[in-house]
């Protein structure tokens, strides 16, 4: 969305608070239904919720996500964040909890590096000759993390 979207968007709120019919936005209501229970999602009902609203249009850019940006987010999502994070609630992940995910992710790269280098044909789901993550890898991971 443009500025001009933007504008008319803030606009249309301010209009409603100064008549005294706006309230602040509650959370969405999938979040609530798939983690009831608790007040604070888990890692992975955030980031299904958070996926679908990117695709959507819902947050985001007006209109969803390109097609390689999906499926980019579905691999960060699927291979590299929630097999750490999934279990965790929001509030649980914290700076002590990221610097232990960096320290598992370059412990896998550290290992599969090894292995490679020791000549074992290690395959990723495509079927290509796996490659560790670098660390501006890892970094990206982390900031993903740190932005959903």
């Not at 649980?92 to 960096?102: T, V």
Request: hydrophobic share 45%; proline share 5%; with cysteine.
């Amino acid at each position: 969305m443009g500025r001009a979207g933007s504008a008319d968007r803030a606009g249309n709120i301010l209009a409603r608070v100064r008549v005294g019919v706006w309230t602040p936005p509650g959370p969405p209501p999938a979040l609530v239904a798939a983690n009831e229970g608790s007040a604070v999602p888990t890692f992975h009902v955030y980031a299904s919720w958070w996926l679908q609203a990117k695709i959507d249009g819902a947050i985001g850019e007006t209109g969803g996500i390109a097609a390689n940006t999906i499926s980019d987010y579905r691999t960060r999502l699927s291979v590299h964040l929630l097999p750490f994070f999934a279990r965790y609630r929001l509030d649980e992940i914290d700076g002590a909890l990221c610097l232990d995910f960096k320290a598992y992710k370059l412990a896998q790269a550290r290992e599969l590096r090894d292995a490679l280098d020791a000549g074992a044909d290690i395959r990723d789901r495509q079927g290509r000759r796996a490659r560790p993550l670098s660390l501006a890898s890892i970094r990206r991971q982390l900031a993903s993390c740190a932005a959903s």
